[in-house]
């Protein structure tokens, strides 16, 4: 303790003060590893998928894993194979590590009662937590790193590893991950056989030609079943194109000046052709109507018919859309092609013996949200014009017995579907446009389909173990490069103490026991000292630092990962600077001979 007095008090105090402010960060920077890389065995037992799923072939695990929703929809459409896609993550459930997946994983179809603040936990990940129906649990997603608070709505028991998950709504769980709506982490199937049908097709691309007689210049779009644009190309005149595109479910739009049409469903899972053939001029004929009807364009130029006769007025247009005003009533009449009309008749159900159909029309955009309004315009088979007026997505309306044209409109996007009224019925209409308004350019990840039974511990294992040890060799690296500044920087500030010490030729001896080891022993002394206060404030903040309840492993992790660099950095700094004093001419002689 001679030495130390002579270096000083106060500038002992100094360091080790930095010292303890050093080493407790550090501590509560390290404190997660010890429960990630201790736990990871635990909470994976008998973790495995009975069921076979299909995953990006890119992703390390199926947490890594990311790919888009509409995958799942056009293996049902296309292939008409019954497949889920579901998001899964990893998180802490107050502060236990936990695989966090959406509720599609619950099974059965009953209606969902998960929202943004909810959840349901497994039987045992319930027992484990101790907590019931009403609780309130804090969840934080390992790969989004968002802090939700949770109730619990429902425990549910089963006899697989759903035991220990947590299940949230979808939203939330794509919060959860940090990703977007539209993409989910895996697709599972119900059976092998399923997976090896599907692997045929998804591994790659198919021909799909084009022939065309456009007489007006347009562009053809190629939209896949969630809206997103795969390929745009111009056209004019007549041509023939082919395109190689991935299996899937599209829709061909043609958008021409006067409207965006849909003019084909393609289900790709081979070589397919279509034709598109538009007019540069159509016919309305607008029958039954002995006074003159009024057809403007979009301008609100007048119109005149091309010929009268009968009380049928023909008129020979581009296509597009007109208005057409009979006795006062105004329509919108949407002409894309050849169109029989008989105004007079609209709204008009005979009575007879026919009977009448309740009809409810649902139009929603091509990604299942509801269309808040269009304009209907309903023909009957021989041309009688039923309904024309804006309504909402959902409508409901009564219809004879018979076969009707369904003309939708919203804002230039043109759909026309014959329906079949036989019965009360849902007629729904899929207007070719996404709710955001946005048409992305869509692209399709390679996948890799892996069988039932697949374990994906070691994937899992294999990626937190690269995270977690290069932030330990990073913290290593940065620690002691700071524990060097501070010891450099003591022995620096007392060099003058020291140099006197060397005029007194004192033993090697005495240097150690008076200045190595007692400094030593307090250095120790306050990095443990730090470990334990970074493990008091870890387990008494809100939001859950994932430490282990093992107090032994929780104390001893962040201790030696925290002492190994003071310690090398203090011994080399000792040394460093008393050589340059002439007390050692050679470092590793010198520990040697004296200790």
């Known amino acids: 303790m001679i030495g130390l007095k002579i270096l000083g008090f106060g500038r002992i105090m100094q360091t080790l003060m930095i010292v303890f402010l050093l080493s407790l960060i550090l501590s509560l920077a390290i404190g997660s590893s010890f429960e990630m890389l201790s736990g990871i065995g635990g909470f994976l037992q008998g973790f495995d998928l009975r069921r076979p799923l299909l995953m990006d072939s890119s992703a390390r695990s199926i947490y890594t894993s990311i790919i888009p929703v509409r995958l799942a929809r056009d293996i049902v459409e296309v292939l008409n194979i019954r497949v889920d896609a579901v998001v899964a993550t990893l998180g802490y459930v107050d502060g236990v590590l936990a695989p966090i997946w959406d509720e599609s994983m619950l099974g059965g179809s009953s209606p969902s009662i998960l929202n943004a603040s909810s959840c349901i936990l497994g039987g045992r990940l319930a027992g484990r937590l101790g907590k019931g129906v009403g609780d309130v649990v804090t969840v934080v997603g390992i790969l989004g790193r968002e802090v939700h608070i949770l109730r619990v709505v429902d425990v549910r028991y089963f006899d697989d590893p759903r035991g220990d998950y947590l299940f949230v709504s979808g939203v939330l769980a794509r919060r959860l991950r940090g990703i977007r709506d539209t993409e989910a982490s895996i697709i599972i199937f119900n059976s092998p056989e399923d997976v090896l049908r599907a692997s045929r097709y998804l591994s790659q691309t198919y021909e799909l030609g084009v022939s065309y007689d456009v007489p007006v210049e347009a562009r053809l779009r190629i939209l896949a079943s969630d809206g997103s644009r795969v390929l745009e190309r111009p056209i004019v005149g007549r041509g023939f194109e082919v395109f190689r595109i991935p299996f899937g479910y599209y829709r061909v739009v043609v958008s021409t000046p006067y409207a965006d049409i849909l003019v084909a469903l393609v289900k790709l899972n081979d070589s397919a052709r279509i034709s598109i053939k538009l007019s540069d001029r159509v016919v309305l004929r607008v029958l039954g109507c002995p006074l003159e009807p009024e057809l403007r364009d979009v301008k609100g130029v007048l119109i005149k018919p091309d010929s009268h006769d009968n009380d049928t007025w023909v008129y020979s247009v581009p296509p597009g859309l007109y208005a057409l005003s009979i006795a006062g009533r105004r329509f919108e009449v949407p002409l894309i092609s050849d169109l029989e009309l008989r105004p007079c008749l609209e709204g008009v159900i005979e009575p007879g013996l026919v009977e009448v159909y309740h009809v409810r029309l649902e139009v929603v955009y091509i990604d299942g949200k509801p269309v808040d309004e269009v304009y209907l315009t309903v023909l009957s088979d021989n041309g009688g014009l039923v309904v024309s007026r804006s309504v909402p997505g ?47 350019y869509s692209s399709i990840p390679r996948v890799k389909l892996l069988p039932s039974g697949y374990d994906p511990l070691g994937s899992i294992t294999l990626m937190i173990l690269s995270a977690e040890l290069a932030l330990l060799a990073s913290i290593i690296a940065v620690s002691f490069l700071a524990y060097r500044v501070v010891f450099s920087h003591f022995f620096e500030s007392s060099s003058v103490e020291i140099g006197k010490m060397v005029e007194l030729r004192l033993s090697r001896k005495f240097y150690l026991r008076a200045i190595y080891l007692p400094m030593l022993v307090l250095i120790l002394l306050t990095l443990f000292v730090s470990v334990l206060i970074a493990i008091g404030l870890a387990l008494g903040v809100s939001w859950p630092i994932p430490f282990s309840v093992k107090l032994l492993g929780s104390l001893l992790w962040p201790y030696f990962i925290v002492t190994i660099p003071a310690l090398i950095s203090y011994t080399l700094t000792f040394f460093g600077a008393l050589r340059k004093k002439g007390v050692f001419l050679g470092l590793g002689a010198s520990i040697l001979h004296d200790v």
Do not use: K, N, T, W
Request: hydrophobic share 40%; aromatic share 8%; no cysteine.
């Open 394 to 440: 959902m409508y409901e309306l009564d219809l004879r017995q018979g076969d009707y044209s369904f003309i939708v409109r919203r804002g230039s996007y043109v759909h026309e579907e014959r329906v079949s009224v036989q019965a009360d019925m849902v007629a729904r209409i899929v207007v070719p446009l996404r709710s955001d308004g946005r048409i992305p």
